[in-house]
């Protein structure tokens, strides 16, 4: 993909590359790229907050958490990551104590936060067929540790409300393309998993609980399709702020104006991403990937901070650039990750 930039774009876009940058939300996966990621980094002015995640995959996990220490002893200044735990111990009495050993562990090895999957809601399940939900109170003394230790909870709980729409009602083609290449995440019909908004109010009630908790709310916290009613939650709960993980093809079908005025208003709140995904274990691939990489920055850059126009991922559409004020643009790639993760 080549970007057709006007001059003065070039120039804009050309310092905003050199501006330090964090993306808050990638995964390195199981397999080591360090120097690949690390060139791109560095000629990008980039941090890469590396992602663990699924609980109910614990060996696939593991091997997450082992690549992850790797590549951020190698690389400190360029990535950093999270941790997440197990879940297929679920049932087992010493549950709590070995999932809190599991982060400290983590901790220990410079992670800087803790992440729950949507494995919790719409997989795990209890004996009598249940699923278990983020606020089950088993979960309280394990955010309470994250609390104690001043980390951040990142939290991927729910899917697009599209997840639960019939195929050709779904507005985004990257969600249409998704839920067609994996089926058996695509909840329509399916009245037995819990609602996207049984999801999003467990998720809420995390926060009412443990109000002094720090808790990022990955992909825009599944309200990407109604910015309105994420605002309603950023006025009631101070201790949340979302990433873009993901989303931002969700922002571009939206009116821009209404959009432009939303990430303005909530400018401290909201955190630059991507959800670049490495776990392919052939090295040619995983290059392939991060060469796509420089064009996702690029495009992004171009969205956020200019009037460029450009076509939205549907590849008909063709929207304006947002052209946010410098300042927001700083917090948006830089400044409110800081705040949000301690120690990145």
Request: glycine content about 4%.
């Amino acid at each position: 993909m080549v970007f057709n930039v006007l001059k003065q774009d070039a120039e804009l876009v050309s310092h905003l590359s050199r501006m330090p940058k964090i993306d808050s939300h990638a995964h390195l996966g199981r397999y080591y790229s360090g120097k690949p990621l690390y060139r791109l980094l560095e000629s990008l002015n980039v941090k890469w907050l590396s992602v663990c995640w699924g609980g109910t995959r614990w060996q696939e996990l593991k091997q997450q958490i082992d690549t992850a220490r790797k590549i951020h002893a190698d690389f400190p200044d360029r990535v950093t990551w999270a941790t997440s735990f197990n879940l297929d111990n679920w049932e087992n009495p010493d549950w709590e104590n070995k999932t809190i050993e599991t982060i400290g562990e983590g901790f220990e090895s410079g992670a800087i936060g803790v992440k729950v999957w949507k494995d919790i809601g719409m997989c795990l399940k209890e004996p009598d067929g249940s699923y278990v939900m983020i606020d089950d109170p088993r979960f309280d003394h394990v955010f309470d540790f994250v609390e104690k230790r001043e980390k951040t909870l990142i939290a991927h709980i729910g899917e697009p409300k599209s997840c639960w729409l019939p195929m050709d009602s779904i507005k985004v083609a990257g969600d249409r393309e998704y839920y067609s290449m994996h089926p058996e995440e695509h909840c329509y019909g399916k009245s037995e998993i819990p609602s996207h908004s049984k999801l999003v109010k467990a998720m809420d009630r995390v926060l009412e609980k443990h109000p002094r908790l720090r808790v990022v709310r990955c992909h825009l916290a599944s309200l990407e399709s109604d910015i309105d009613k994420l605002a309603e939650r950023f006025v009631r709960y101070p201790n949340f702020a979302v990433d873009l993980a993901a989303r931002i093809g969700h922002l571009q079908v939206q009116d821009q104006q209404k959009v432009r005025n939303f990430l303005i208003q909530f400018q401290d709140r909201i955190l630059y991403a991507t959800d670049i995904d490495l776990d392919v274990a052939n090295q040619t691939a995983r290059e392939e990937k991060l060469r796509k990489a420089r064009d996702i920055y690029i495009s992004d850059l171009i969205y956020f901070a200019t009037n460029r126009e450009m076509k939205v991922p549907d590849g008909k559409t063709v929207i304006p650039g947002l052209s946010l004020p410098p300042k927001i643009i700083e917090k948006l790639f830089y400044k409110n990750a800081l705040h949000w993760y301690q120690g990145i």
